[in-house]
């Protein structure tokens, strides 16, 4: 299987695959730097317009937006205290306060080579780990399959954090709108209310968009950009191979990384718990901890490096599995379903060179941060941030509603979407997670059809669920994830009692 990883080498480096890459990691590090944007409502604004395009192409984009965005997050982290992205929190701690004394451009080139560092350690796992892991599941058979989903679903639900009941009905609102349609066996209309549009079931795209881009856009419009932070235009910037020599945290970034990878392979952690372990990891074994806070750039190095080594990690039960690890992941594994991209153990023997090809882009996307963030992000992207917020919030919107209604060319899309957006807007306001939402459309009717035809196989017999030792090891996982957080609460509550 590593051959196939060699082979697909030469495919990425064709000129438009290459130039995905390229131009996704500058409109990453572009949408990281406004405050409210981030690679989620990037790549889904994206998806839309890849129909026409070579999946490599497409890919390639998204693998460099996600990469550009989360180092393009320490822009305003550092510059204004105000994370670009989620995941720069931490960033902001020790940024900030370099970016007060006059090294705000050092600041951002920790930021970008510890981004970099991150990337490419997590490409690596990607590599390594996600290529056998497919080989274990391509013996799966449709109950266990089956199993895979409900397991998937389980751990968005009760690991994403916050109140497992909001994440129910995210999935099941999910699950619901992926029955949409007609039935795939016997032809019955399914809650399609009369809609001929809605006989082909609801496309993914337009739920991401509709879900992922809509929200951000209206908060952007309601909240002003305050201005009181570093000037953009004094940073005290010198060239990155200067800067280079004074950065000496192999330490940190060796550590950072891995817990990045681990937490990115995690279904529901995310880059920003990953950065905040991090850091309090190299904070504690920090020879100076009180320094830590003031301005310390091992603390930008450390916040950085974790969150972008989750990046490519997040994929690799996504792609082997179908279980995506982040948000953006889930946006992602729809961006494969629009080029006909089953994630799943068969993803590798069917389209090893697209996979595999897709593997490289992150690895070149990452080392390409280096190139573009640490020569452009002082000069240009800081100075993104005196845009209007309400022009950018416009600009977004009509990519919107152009790459929607480009879909099938029909309004009846676009007003999906915007209903699809509204629904986002009050579960963001209500704090129901929309990554379930997401994962209920992918999984649902994998779950459904695995399902129908396992029964199939065994005549009706539900037993069949039941009857080999993988299933029984899935259903014991599942039921572990379900159960796992309840007895560990009570378990904490009743320490504290006592």
Known sequence: MYSDLLHALPNVFALTNFAAVVIGVIAGIVVGAMPGLSATMAISVLVPFTFGLEPLVALGLMAGIYNGAMYGGAIPAVLLRIPGTPAAVATTFDGYPMAQKGQGGFALQVAVVSSSIGGIASAFALMLLAPPLSKVTLLFGPSEVFWVAVFGLASIIFLLGGNPVKGLISACFGVFVSV???????????????????LDGINIVILLVGL??????????????????????????????????RMKYWKTWIRGSLIGIWIGILPGAGGSMAA?????????TSKHPETWGEGEPEGVAAAEVANNADTASALIPALTLGIPGTAVAAVMLGGLLVHGLQPGPMLFRDNPDIVFGFMWQFLFGAILLVLLGGSLATNSFARLLNLPRPLLGSVIIVLMLIGVYSIHGRMFDVYLMLGFGAIGWV??????????????????????????????????????????????ILVALTIAVVVGPTLKKRFIDGRKEV
């Open 427 to 472: 579960m963001d306001r209500l704090k129901f997670p929309l990554p379930p939402v997401v994962l209920g459309l992918i999984l649902g009717g994998f779950a459904e059809e695995n399902l129908r035809l396992a029964l199939r196989i065994g005549r009706g017999d539900p037993m069949i669920l039941f009857q080999n030792t993988t299933s029984l």
């Open 180 to 198: 949409i349609g007609s039935d795939p066996i016997y032809g019955n209309d399914r809650f399609t209310f009369g809609q001929l549009e809605m």
């Open 276 to 284: 905040f372990m991090s850091y309090n990891e190299a904070r504690r």
């Open 212 to 245: 992922y881009a809509l929200p951000p856009v209206i908060d952007l419009l309601e909240t002003p950009l305050k201005t009181d932070g570093v000037n953009s235009s004094n940073l005290g910037t010198e060239p990155i191979w200067k800067a280079l020599p």
